[in-house]
T-cell receptor, first 116, second 109 residues
Framework: EPEVTQTPSHQVTQMGQEVILRCVPISNHLYFYWYRQILGQKVEFLVSFYNNEISEKSEIFDDQFSVERPDGSNFTLKIRSTKLEDSAMYFC??????????????FGSGTRLTVV | GQQLNQSPQSMFIQEGEDVSMNCTSSSIFNTWLWYKQEPGEGPVLLIALYKAGELTSNGRLTAQFGITRKDSFLNISASIPSDVGIYFCAGRDDYKLSFGAGTTVTVRA
C-alpha cells in the first residue's frame, strides 16, 4: 500500500526559530496538502498545492507559512518564526485528483511540532 | 471554513453492540468521507461517499450520504476492541476537507 511519508516524527524548536517539515507524497499523486491538529482538537486545513502553486489556503496559513516542492518527490512546509500556538500535529496528505473525482486523500502519520 | 457538527462527541460501548454517529453541515459537499484516527497516527480513510443518497459498506462499517448533501452517518456493527479510536467525518469541496470534531469510541470488553 503506497504511503505518504513525513519526517521528522517529532520536532522540538524554540520560539522564533524557523522549522521545515518534510513530506514525500505518493509518487503518482498530483495534489498535495498540509493540515494541522492541535492536541485534542479537530484536523484543520492549511493549504493545498497543485502544479507548483498554492490552490487554496486557510486563514491559518499566514505570511509565516510557506510551502515548496523543491524536487520531484518532496513537499515541505516552512514556518518562518515559530510561536507557541504553532505547537500541533502537522499532517501532509496527497491525492491523485480533486473535485468530484473518486479519489480519497492519503494522510501521512504526522509530525508533532512542539514550540518551547 | 465550513462548520461540521459531529455527534456524539464520545461513546462507551459494549463489545458486540452497534454504533452510530452522524455529521451535519450548513453547507453542501460534493463528497463525504469518514476517517479513523488512532493515537499518534494520521487519519485513515474508512469510507468515501460521492453521490447524494449513496449507501456504502466496508466490512462492518456502513455510511450514507444524505439526500440534501448536508449530512452523513456512519454505523459500526458488532463492535470489537480494535474499533477504539476517534472517528472523523469530513466534507470535501474542490481543494480541501473540512473535518468534524470527532467521535471518540471506547469499547468495553
Amino acid at each position: 500500500e503506497p504511503e505518504v511519508t513525513q519526517t521528522p516524527s517529532h520536532q522540538v524548536t524554540q520560539m522564533g526559530q524557523e522549522v521545515i517539515l518534510r513530506c514525500v507524497p505518493i509518487s503518482n499523486h498530483l495534489y498535495f496538502y498540509w493540515y494541522r491538529q492541535i492536541l485534542g482538537q479537530k484536523v484543520e486545513f492549511l493549504v493545498s498545492f497543485y502544479n507548483n502553486e498554492i490552490s487554496e489556503k486557510s486563514e491559518i496559513f499566514d505570511d509565516q507559512f510557506s510551502v515548496e516542492r523543491p524536487d520531484g518527490s518532496n513537499f515541505t512546509l516552512k514556518i518562518r518564526s515559530t510561536k507557541l500556538e504553532d505547537s500541533a500535529m502537522y499532517f501532509c496528505a496527497s491525492s491523485e485528483r480533486t473535485g468530484g473525482a473518486r479519489y480519497g486523500y492519503t494522510f501521512g502519520s504526522g509530525t508533532r511540532l512542539t514550540v518551547v | 471554513g465550513q462548520q461540521l457538527n459531529q455527534s456524539p462527541q464520545s461513546m462507551f460501548i459494549q463489545e458486540g453492540e452497534d454504533v452510530s454517529m452522524n455529521c451535519t453541515s450548513s453547507s453542501i459537499f460534493n463528497t463525504w468521507l469518514w476517517y479513523k484516527q488512532e493515537p499518534g497516527e494520521g487519519p485513515v480513510l474508512l469510507i468515501a461517499l460521492y453521490k447524494a443518497g449513496e449507501l456504502t459498506s466496508n466490512g462492518r462499517l456502513t455510511a450514507q450520504f444524505g439526500i440534501t448533501r448536508k449530512d452523513s452517518f456512519l454505523n459500526i456493527s458488532a463492535s470489537i476492541p480494535s474499533d477504539v479510536g476517534i472517528y472523523f467525518c469530513a466534507g470535501r469541496d474542490d481543494y480541501k476537507l473540512s473535518f468534524g470534531a470527532g467521535t471518540t469510541v471506547t469499547v468495553r470488553a
